[in-house]
């Protein structure tokens, strides 16, 4: 079973940048060269009865615009888009980039929309596209790669999130070692998965581990370091190493309370790490100082 993942953040902010990126990124997952030839082309390069190159723009269109409109929140519009361009890019057979392309945004459309169950098999298919253009080796299959374990977590499946993400982590350090930050957010989320399952043993050097390479690369006040402190001290905390979970929740505490957001606005995390705070707090017997948490929190969430 599952433990309560209440009080650990389940994404932090570069695992969030993984799904919301906005429209820019979305061709540049897939290279959207067109390829030399067009495997099953048709006679005089027609693809089902379409003009080759008539068939890209009416892709690359429909793409477009559904890209956009999930841009703005518009979901049903971008899915009614997106789908018409994975019709499209069906024509071109499985070893065509373009249709890694679709697979990959629709999954996007599904997941902004807690869709998980429909992500997951656009996201399988769209890594062995990947892997079959790229090879092993390419760091964005392992872009692909974490966000397929992002939706078998939040689906319930840590073991087999953990499985993609410990695959996503071996391909990352063996070929892009020194990206730190990419390598950081797989720890996090790999440690979420272990978590999930009651691994804390075996989640604790690997949260150990993100929040060293997220403190070298961000520095001490970023939201990020922010969110790794308040994973450990959820771990520390449960084998009831007060003292040191403690020191790491005001860590957190402080370092959200620097970050600077437009208009003054508090840290979105804030809040959470504040009520998981309060827990060590009670289970402490300072409940006066748990209530005070929990306020603040309150306050911070009613903004």
């Given amino acids: 079973m599952m433990k309560n993942?209440?009080?650990?953040?389940?994404?932090?902010l570069c695992s969030v940048l993984l799904w919301l990126a906005v429209a820019a990124f979305w061709p540049t997952l897939f290279e959207t060269a067109a390829p030399s030839?067009?495997?099953g082309s048709h006679p005089r390069g027609e693809v089902g009865g379409h003009a080759v190159g008539e068939g890209r723009t009416l892709f690359e269109r429909a793409l477009s615009a559904g890209s956009m409109q999930a841009a703005?929140?518009?979901?049903?519009?971008?899915?009614?888009?997106?789908?018409?361009?994975?019709?499209?890019?069906?024509?071109?057979?499985?070893?065509?980039?373009?249709?890694?392309?679709?697979?990959?945004?629709?999954a996007r459309v599904y997941a902004a929309q807690?869709?998980?169950a429909e992500a997951e098999p656009l996201?399988?298919?769209?890594?062995?596209?990947?892997e079959n253009t790229w090879g092993p080796g390419n760091l964005k299959l392992g872009v692909l790669l974490s966000r397929l374990a992002q939706v078998q977590l939040m689906q319930g499946q840590p073991a087999k999130a953990q499985e993609v993400y410990e695959r996503a982590l071996a391909l990352v350090e063996t070929y892009h070692g020194t990206n730190r930050i990419f390598t950081a957010a797989i720890l996090h989320e790999l440690g979420i998965a272990l978590h999930a399952q009651g691994k804390d043993e075996a989640a604790e050097p690997i949260v150990r581990r993100a929040l060293g390479l997220r403190e070298a690369a961000l520095g001490p006040n970023h939201g990020d370091v922010a969110i790794s402190l308040n994973n450990l001290a959820v771990l520390l905390r449960g084998r009831r190493d007060y003292e040191a979970a403690e020191m790491l929740y005001r860590r957190a505490v402080d370092a959200l309370a620097r970050t600077e957001l437009p208009g003054g606005s508090a840290h979105p995390y804030l809040a959470n790490i504040l009520e998981s705070y309060a827990v060590l707090l009670r289970e402490t017997g300072r409940a006066a100082e748990a209530a005070a948490a929990e306020t603040r929190a309150q306050a911070i969430k009613a903004r």
């Fill in 114 to 116: 807690t869709r998980y």
């Fill in 37 to 39: 030839r067009v495997v």
């Fill in 72 to 106: 703005r929140g518009d979901y049903a519009a971008a899915e009614h888009q997106i789908a018409s361009a994975l019709r499209k890019a069906e024509r071109f057979g499985e070893s065509d980039q373009r249709l890694g392309i679709a697979l990959e945004s629709l």
């Fill in 123 to 130: 996201l399988m298919r769209a890594v062995v596209i990947g």
């Fill in 5 to 12: 993942l209440r009080f650990w953040p389940l994404a932090s």
